[in-house]
């Protein structure tokens, strides 16, 4: 399978379609109507998910999650990843092989997953949601397809929380698999600086000099101190003094 050769591992079936999936190339000219105009962007009839990109499907940038254990309804399951970019993509695809139907269901799904993407500010995204071939929040989850897709066209950085959730499972539990592509790594922090003389809540008169510590993720090039916004001094080594 394709994620067996970049991560090793025996894909599974499922797997291997959410990883084609994910990585899949929305085409501009869909319908074949000789404009590159996307008339029909994805999902859609003419494409499905978009035209197979091997390429970009092994090219080793997507993270996976391969639950062979299973999820049972009600049941959940809850992944995180930091997104260090704004404004880049975060495309996440939920796969999972059902369990067989029979020929006289008026609905082929049995088992029913669903796919919930919270942004760090909240916002939660359901699995095919889409509207000009991107997610859109709110809609209603999607009782019909083994397939689950929320594309972020324009991500936050920081925490995004995927959820899993068992919505009926009556022959389970249900294995799945995960795909997500983003530009992963860790957000840039603010800096943190504590005061450390004078004292907090202490009284004081005449001289008095103010001391602090700092520390930032990407480093402590210098410290400013302001009193009633006021700059007072910069002092670009540790222990900072002004």
């Known amino acids: 399978g394709v994620a067996a050769n970049e991560r090793h591992q025996r894909a599974s079936a499922a797997l291997t379609k959410a990883t084609l999936i994910n990585s899949a190339v929305d085409l501009a000219d869909e319908n074949n109507d000789g404009a590159d105009d996307n008339d029909f962007p994805i999902p859609n009839v003419h494409e499905g998910w978009g035209r197979v990109d091997l390429a970009n499907a092994t090219d080793g940038s997507h993270e996976y999650v391969e639950e062979a254990t299973g999820i049972s309804t009600s049941g959940s399951a809850s992944t995180q990843y930091s997104v260090a970019n704004a404004g880049d993509p975060f495309k996440v695809t939920l796969v999972w092989s059902d369990f067989p139907?029979?020929?006289?269901?008026?609905?082929?799904?049995?088992?029913?997953?669903?796919?919930?993407?919270?942004?760090?500010?909240?916002?939660?995204?359901?699995?095919?949601?889409?509207?000009?071939?991107?997610?859109?929040?709110?809609?209603?989850?999607?009782?019909?397809?083994?397939?689950?897709?929320?594309?972020?066209?324009?991500?936050?950085?920081?925490?995004?929380?995927?959820?899993?959730?068992?919505?009926?499972?009556?022959?389970?539990?249900?294995?799945?698999?995960?795909?997500?592509?983003?530009?992963?790594?860790?957000?840039?922090?603010?800096?943190?600086?504590?005061?450390?003389?004078?004292?907090?809540?202490?009284?004081?008169?005449?001289?008095?000099?103010?001391?602090?510590?700092?520390?930032?993720?990407?480093?402590v090039t210098q410290v400013e101190f302001f009193v009633d916004g006021n700059s007072i001094g910069i002092d670009t080594s540790a222990p900072y003094e002004s």
């Open 101 to 219: 139907s029979t020929e006289t269901a008026g609905q082929n799904l049995v088992n029913d997953l669903d796919l919930v993407v919270t942004a760090p500010g909240g916002a939660q995204y359901r699995g095919n949601v889409f509207s000009g071939g991107w997610s859109q929040i709110g809609g209603s989850a999607d009782r019909v397809n083994n397939v689950e897709n929320v594309y972020v066209q324009s991500a936050a950085s920081g925490t995004w929380t995927v959820d899993v959730v068992g919505f009926n499972v009556p022959n389970g539990p249900q294995p799945y698999a995960l795909v997500v592509d983003g530009t992963f790594g860790a957000a840039d922090n603010p800096p943190s600086v504590t005061i450390t003389n004078p004292a907090d809540g202490a009284t004081v008169s005449g001289t008095v000099g103010v001391t602090a510590t700092a520390s930032d993720d990407n480093g």
